[in-house]
């Protein structure tokens, strides 16, 4: 990340190549998938799973997952606070099923001046026709032109953001000024499966048997997720991974 000098007095322009993700709250563990799938042949019995090891079900997890029974996998839930660039945002809220969100509004609060700027290794350059297409590495000439472009088009566009402000025009319509590339934030709550669903399109992987295309920032996030939701859920993640990483 970098950080630079003023936009306005008072209003310091700053700019972020990385994402933020925590986990803010959950109720998520490989058990929640055990009592779930074996309720449908030991009734109310299948409460007894929660005083269980789940490592001693890990092959119960893997057939749900193989075998496609995607429901046991719905009884959990994650909340992540996110912190990305709103063209981030733009495309994560396709993700409808099994999704709730919660975002930041322009129209309330008075918007901060951080901008995403793409990092060194971030790859510039898309090469072949669409539909079939890859990135490859900028040059450093190109990786200099992106940033310098992009953090005088960010100053130039919040300074006139807080031009019509102290105008007295309203936020809500001040905003339209603002670019894509602005940081917002939001909560993002979802269930094992949703994040699996949203994993297999936005991330790239070795283990995956379907391939995706995931632009990179969103990728960022993906990852970031994927990594706090393994720790909670381990069989449950490492299932997936075995089966292609295909959602249930």
Known sequence: MTDTDTT???NAARFRSDV?????KHSAADSDVLWAARV???GEQSLD???KDPERSRGLINY???DRHGSPFEHNSMTFFVSAPIFVFREFMRHRVGWSYNEESGRYRELQPVFYVPGADRRLVQQGRPGKYEFVEGTAEQHELAAKAMEESYRQAYATYQEML???IAREVARAVLPVGLFSSMYATCNARSLMHFLSL???HEQATVPSFPQREIEMVGERMEQLWAGLMPLTHAAYNANG???P
């Open 49 to 51: 799973e929660l005083a």
């Open 20 to 24: 933020t993700v925590e986990l803010v």
């Open 40 to 42: 449908s042949t030991a």
């Open 245 to 247: 990483r295909v959602a």
């Open 8 to 10: 306005t007095p008072g």
């Open 202 to 204: 936005r991330t790239q």
């Open 166 to 168: 102290a105008a007295g």
């Open 64 to 66: 749900l997952m193989r």
